[in-house]
């Protein structure tokens, strides 16, 4: 599944840098992360990067956009098959 932005963001910036697929964005007045481009870091097998930077733990698993490990690698792959 891909991961979301509570209400609790206070737009830090921590996350932005971390995501290696660019899903996050600057949005009024807190961040949205892009599903569509959500892996949850699985290619780098661990904790999401968002996650680990954000000083309010205010990312959580977004239960609108469901998604198992096997669909999420297949969406890392096809996001970096140019890389």
Known sequence: MS???T???IACDAC???CPNEAIEADD???VIDPDRCTECIEDGGEPACVAVCPVDCIVPDPD???NAKE???K???LHKDD
Do not use: R, S
């Open 3 to 5: 991961l979301m932005i």
């Open 7 to 9: 209400d609790e963001c």
């Open 16 to 18: 932005i840098d971390e």
């Open 29 to 31: 007045p807190i961040y």
């Open 65 to 67: 956009n469901i998604e």
């Open 72 to 74: 999420l690698k297949l």
């Open 76 to 78: 890392a792959e096809q």
